[in-house]
């Protein structure tokens, strides 16, 4: 049995599209909705936020809100640090996806001598960097920042001193760098992402299944070959990003991908993972209710959430 804490991060400041620091909050009227006391079962932390950046200038277009965006790796590695050491298990809810370079480095800075797994169920990369992105916004950059990525070769922008020291800075939270290994990665539902994303893939054999493998090989195959894969690793950290759903049902978030993954197939997915005792930190992310008329992409989210955390509480 593990004991849960909540770990709700409202931030939004690494998304390009506004409505992802409400998602907790709409995930909470679906709890409601379906009359269940989730939200009040487990103690939690809501980490202060840098939101207020979203109304001042944009000082470093190739990295969005980058100092905004260290000072939320910084609360929330400390949070997941000090939540494993004391002995619980980090559920961690987050508005976009940038903050989970954060959730790493907490993980990390509570085991810095283990290999910790990373399972991406998504259907971006998250691989740019402030020299590659197209967009400039960090939500498409944790997995780089937790390599320690520049990936220079491809670059696109040349940076000016402070992004520069600022990129350096978030790839070093913790005093570890890098926090993960790319043979450490497993990419699930990825679907959209740039060459300069692939480069890095190709360059490290970073390890994809695809949807239609998924749907060829089934959901136990795939979660034991994942498993497989990430045998060496003493930790698995789950990072959920709702668009990794197809967009008929992902409406509900800023950035929906075609071809995605069925509800079902990602609830059973998600509860086969959680049942590893290697798990140590499940994250759930980019639910954005402003572009959802019905809340239906909380209430998806929500229904996952409840039945992965059943399945902590009794393994």
């Given at each position: 049995?593990?004991?849960?804490?909540?770990?709700?991060?409202?931030?939004?400041?690494?998304?390009?599209?506004?409505?992802?620091?409400?998602?907790?909050?709409?995930?909470?009227?679906?709890a409601l909705d379906f009359m269940s006391s989730f939200f009040v079962n487990f103690p939690s932390?809501?980490?202060?936020?840098?939101?207020?950046?979203?109304?001042?200038?944009?000082?470093?277009?190739?990295?969005?809100?980058?100092?905004?965006?260290?000072?939320?790796?910084?609360?929330?590695?400390?949070?997941?640090?000090?939540?494993?050491?004391?002995?619980l298990f980090p559920l961690v809810l987050a508005g976009d996806h940038s903050t989970a370079g954060?959730?790493?480095?907490?993980?990390?800075?509570?085991?810095?001598?283990?290999?910790?797994?990373?399972?991406?169920?998504?259907?971006?990369?998250?691989?740019?960097?402030?020299?590659?992105?197209?967009?400039?916004?960090?939500?498409?950059?944790?997995?780089?920042?937790?390599?320690?990525?520049?990936?220079?070769?491809?670059?696109?922008?040349?940076?000016?001193?402070?992004?520069?020291?600022?990129?350096?800075?978030?790839?070093?939270?913790?005093?570890?760098?890098?926090?993960?290994?790319?043979?450490?990665?497993?990419?699930?539902?990825?679907?959209?992402?740039?060459?300069?994303?692939?480069?890095?893939?190709?360059?490290?054999?970073?390890?994809?299944?695809?949807?239609?493998?998924?749907?060829?090989?089934?959901?136990?195959?795939?979660?034991?070959?994942?498993?497989?894969?990430?045998?060496?690793?003493?930790?698995?950290?789950?990072?959920?990003?709702?668009?990794?759903?197809?967009?008929?049902?992902?409406?509900?978030?800023?950035?929906?991908?075609?071809?995605?993954?069925?509800?079902?197939?990602?609830?059973?997915?998600?509860?086969?993972?959680?049942?590893?005792?290697?798990?140590?930190?499940?994250?759930?992310?980019?639910?954005?209710?402003?572009?959802?008329?019905?809340?239906?992409?909380?209430e998806m989210a929500f229904n996952i959430l409840q039945r992965s955390v059943n399945l902590l509480?009794?393994?």
């Open positions: 049995m593990r004991n849960i804490k909540i770990i709700e991060v409202n931030s939004e400041i690494g998304a390009g599209t506004r409505g992802a620091s409400l998602g907790i909050e709409a995930m909470k009227v679906a932390e809501k980490i202060e936020t840098e939101n207020h950046l979203l109304y001042e200038p944009i000082t470093s277009p190739y990295a969005k809100r980058i100092q905004g965006v260290n000072t939320m790796y910084e609360r929330i590695s400390q949070s997941v640090k000090e939540t494993l050491d004391s002995g954060g959730t790493i480095a907490g993980i990390k800075m509570a085991y810095p001598k283990d290999e910790l797994g990373v399972v991406w169920i998504d259907a971006h990369a998250d691989l740019h960097t402030p020299y590659t992105t197209p967009s400039g916004n960090m939500h498409g950059m944790p997995l780089a920042a937790s390599l320690g990525e520049d990936n220079t070769s491809c670059k696109v922008h040349n940076l000016d001193k402070e992004t520069a020291s600022l990129w350096d800075k978030l790839k070093n939270i913790g005093g570890i760098n890098p926090k993960i290994k790319p043979e450490n990665i497993v990419f699930i539902a990825l679907r959209d992402y740039e060459e300069q994303e692939k480069a890095i893939i190709k360059k490290h054999g970073i390890k994809i299944i695809t949807v239609q493998e998924v749907r060829r090989k089934g959901i136990e195959n795939v979660v034991k070959n994942t498993l497989l894969h990430l045998a060496h690793c003493e930790h698995i950290y789950v990072s959920f990003d709702v668009d990794s759903l197809d967009s008929s049902i992902s409406r509900g978030t800023g950035t929906p991908v075609s071809n995605g993954l069925k509800l079902r197939e990602a609830d059973d997915m998600i509860a086969a993972f959680v049942q590893n005792h290697k798990l140590c930190c499940l994250e759930v992310t980019e639910v954005n209710p402003t572009l959802d008329s019905e809340n239906l992409m909380a509480l009794v393994n």
